[in-house]
C-alpha cells in the first residue's frame, strides 16, 4: 500500500506534521528512510530508499540557505539580548557580543543538514514530486 502510493504519487502519504518532522530529524521527506547523507556536509543526489531527487530545480538550496539564516540570526540575537539582560545594570559588551559572535559561525554549519533536509520537507509539502 505504501510503496504503491509512492510510486504512485511520489509521496508515501504521510500528513504535513510527519513531513516537516521527517525534514527536522534528517530523513526522507517521501518516504521517511534515512541515510541521505554522505557525511555531515554532502547530501545524496536522491533517497537511497525511494529514489525521491533532492534537488528539485536550478538554485534549490537557496531556500535552505534561508532558511539556516533565519535561525542562526534568532539564535545569536536571542543569545546577545539574553546576556545583555543578564548583564545589566552594567553590561560589558565584548561578554555580550563576543558569543553571539562565536555562535553566528558554529551555528550555520552545525545546521545546515537539518536546514536541507528540512527544506527539502517544505518544499515537497508544497509541492509534492512527480510519480516515480
Ligand atoms: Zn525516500
Known amino acids: 500500500m505504501r ?3 509512492l510510486a504512485a504519487t511520489g509521496m508515501d502519504g ?3 506534521v510527519t513531513i516537516l518532522w521527517r ?6 521527506a517521501a518516504c521517511g528512510s534515512r541515510g541521505l547523507f554522505h557525511h555531515w556536509w554532502r547530501m ?3 533517497c537511497p530508499s525511494c529514489r525521491f531527487r533532492f534537488t528539485r530545480s536550478e538554485g534549490f538550496w537557496i531556500g535552505a540557505v534561508g532558511v539556516n539564516s533565519v535561525i542562526s540570526g534568532f539564535v545569536c540575537l536571542v543569545t546577545a539580548v539574553g546576556l545583555l539582560l543578564l548583564s545589566l545594570p ?3 559588551w565584548p ?3 563576543l558569543p ?3 555562535l553566528a559561525v558554529v551555528i550555520p554549519i552545525a545546521l545546515d543538514p537539518v536546514t536541507r533536509t528540512l527544506w527539502t520537507a517544505i518544499v515537497a509539502a508544497a ?3 512527480p510519480p516515480r
Open 3 to 5: 510503496a504503491e502510493r
Open 14 to 16: 504521510a500528513g504535513l
Open 23 to 28: 525534514g527536522l530529524t534528517l530523513a526522507c
Open 44 to 46: 545524496r543526489s536522491t
Open 90 to 92: 552594567e553590561p560589558t
Open 95 to 97: 561578554a555580550v557580543l
Open 100 to 102: 553571539s559572535a562565536a
Open 127 to 129: 509541492n509534492p514530486p
